[in-house]
């Protein structure tokens, strides 16, 4: 069931129905959205459905013995079988695969049967899962003794496929408080609706139909400068895609009074590659923060800092998949933090001002574009063609459009614009009536089916 089908839609319709006349109920209405989770999930992945109640019911009777439990051998023995149950069911399920096949290229012997699927979207799972334990631990929270609350927050349907990343416990407080419906909430999730249905389906779908794919599939066909235009898309596609999808889930969440987290903040205008993950997926960036980076050894000495810096960010490649592509991407970006933690010492954190700040804001834009090579790559031949490609300088653009052009254009106008003129627009429509706002909606997706050129399409971080 994809955000951007007209079947979710539906589903999101029923579960509003639903929801809002026994709001004033609380058990009634975690059982509702309970309901939903489980049911949104089934629709992706029936046979696993299994493991989301078994693992967050084990993570709730942990959670419940670190609210009781003063003993601290006895808290750290809970908080660590919570991290061994939810790590080890990831890494077996994503990650033996990985290794097998490394194992198996490396000794010539051929690798083993691996009969076992990744259910979808279990990297989002784990890590959301996982802050409910952890904090209770360090004493960041103080949990929750409703089982249905616990089990509600840490499926929240709107989050479980690709974020935002939301602290367990921040869902569990929301559901705890009683709910009315606010119009103006109602007209900031429609626009945000709308909003990332435009992303997704105007600009992001549409340059991967018309040129990405192509060009990722089958390198040595297209010239390098069609190449170098398909890397740049890429870098607009995943936005708009990723974007979209959280702009389609913090409007879904928004209509059941249930506020999540921001997760971009025009991450190409970023100065350095801190300021990136400052702006890009803040949610897996302060997690890896969090619960990673703040965890690992050699806090005091300075260069351990640079070290946990670099493995922090290569566990976030191996997060997003088991590939080397994701490694090295993942290094590449611990490197470049290391860099720039290593000047900001060096020049004691001073500002970059004038031309500077707009020369560091195009060396970090096309940095990250080069990342994305290995992203988005299949594997390294691919990505090592696709550098080939745009290395040797050929010079045709016969497979660029105008439309094309017109896209890219509008894509990258887009992401530019004032956050004021955003938030101006998003005021102006939630204080419209509700006919206003509903005519308006239901002209954006007339329109967008003219546009888009295919069905609804996954969105890329659905496969993570």
């Given at each position: 069931m994809l955000l951007s089908s007209s079947t979710y839609f539906i589903f999101l319709v029923a579960i509003f129905a639903l929801y809002w006349p026994v709001s004033r109920y609380r058990t009634v209405t975690l059982a509702v959205i309970l309901f939903a989770n489980y049911f949104f999930y089934a629709k992706w992945d029936l046979f696993y459905l299994a493991l989301i109640p078994a693992v967050s019911s084990c993570d709730y009777v942990f959670g419940l013995g670190l609210q009781y439990s003063k003993n601290p051998p006895v808290r750290r023995l809970l908080v660590t079988a919570s991290i061994v149950m939810n790590v080890g069911l990831l890494a077996t399920l994503k990650y033996v695969p990985f290794f097998l096949q490394n194992w198996a290229a490396i000794t010539g012997h051929p690798a083993p049967e691996w009969h076992w699927a990744l259910p979808v979207s279990l990297s989002f799972y784990v890590f959301q899962a996982l802050t409910y334990t952890i904090d209770l631990y360090r004493r960041d929270s103080k949990g929750t003794r409703s089982y249905l609350a616990h089990l509600a927050a840490v499926s929240f349907f709107p989050t479980i496929l690709a974020g935002p990343i939301t602290r367990v416990q921040t869902l569990v407080d929301q559901f705890e408080k009683p709910k009315k419906l606010d119009p103006a909430d109602g007209g900031r999730a429609l626009f945000l609706i709308g909003m990332g249905l435009t992303k997704k389906l105007m600009i992001a779908d549409f340059l991967a139909a018309n040129l990405i794919n192509r060009v990722f599939d089958f390198p040595t066909l297209y010239s390098g400068t069609e190449t170098l235009v398909a890397v740049y898309?890429?870098?607009?596609?995943?936005?708009?895609?990723?974007?979209?999808?959280?702009?389609?889930?913090?409007?879904?969440?928004?209509?059941?009074?249930?506020?999540?987290?921001?997760?971009?903040?025009?991450?190409?205008?970023?100065?350095?590659?801190?300021?990136?993950?400052?702006?890009?997926?803040?949610?897996?960036?302060?997690?890896?923060?969090?619960?990673?980076?703040?965890?690992?050894?050699?806090?005091?000495?300075?260069?351990?800092?640079?070290?946990?810096?670099?493995?922090?960010?290569?566990?976030?490649?191996?997060?997003?998949?088991?590939?080397?592509?994701?490694?090295?991407?993942?290094?590449?970006?611990?490197?470049?933090?290391?860099?720039?933690?290593?000047?900001?010492?060096?020049?004691?954190?001073?500002?970059?001002?004038?031309?500077?700040?707009?020369?560091?804001?195009?060396?970090?834009?096309?940095?990250?574009?080069?990342?994305?090579?290995?992203?988005?790559?299949?594997?390294?031949?691919?990505?090592?063609?696709?550098?080939?490609?745009?290395?040797?300088?050929?010079?045709?653009?016969?497979?660029?459009?105008?439309?094309?052009?017109?896209?890219?254009?509008?894509?990258?106008?887009?992401?530019?614009?004032?956050?004021?003129?955003?938030?101006?627009?998003?005021?102006?429509?939630?204080?419209?009536?509700?006919?206003?706002?509903?005519?308006?909606?239901?002209?954006?997706?007339?329109?967008?089916?003219?546009?888009?050129?295919?069905?609804?399409?996954?969105?890329?971080?659905?496969?993570?």
């Open positions: 898309a890429y870098a607009l596609q995943i936005y708009y895609d990723f974007s979209g999808y959280t702009d389609i889930a913090i409007g879904s969440a928004l209509l059941l009074g249930i506020k999540l987290p921001a997760n971009f903040n025009a991450p190409y205008a970023a100065e350095n590659v801190a300021d990136f993950w400052r702006r890009w997926h803040i949610t897996l960036s302060n997690w890896l923060r969090d619960y990673l980076f703040f965890s690992l050894p050699g806090k005091r000495s300075k260069s351990m800092v640079y070290v946990n810096l670099i493995l922090t960010m290569v566990i976030g490649g191996l997060w997003h998949g088991a590939a080397w592509t994701f490694v090295i991407w993942g290094l590449l970006h611990g490197v470049g933090l290391a860099v720039v933690r290593g000047w900001q010492v060096y020049r004691k954190n001073a500002k970059v001002t004038g031309f500077w700040h707009y020369a560091s804001i195009f060396a970090t834009f096309h940095f990250v574009v080069f990342c994305w090579i290995f992203f988005r790559a299949p594997n390294l031949a691919t990505a090592w063609a696709i550098l080939g490609r745009i290395g040797s300088l050929t010079a045709s653009a016969a497979n660029l459009s105008g439309p094309l052009a017109l896209i890219l254009a509008i894509g990258i106008l887009a992401h530019y614009v004032p956050k004021k003129w955003y938030d101006w627009s998003l005021g102006i429509f939630a204080r419209a009536p509700f006919y206003a706002q509903a005519a308006a909606l239901a002209l954006l997706v007339v329109g967008l089916q003219y546009v888009a050129q295919t069905g609804a399409t996954p969105f890329i971080y659905n496969k993570f």
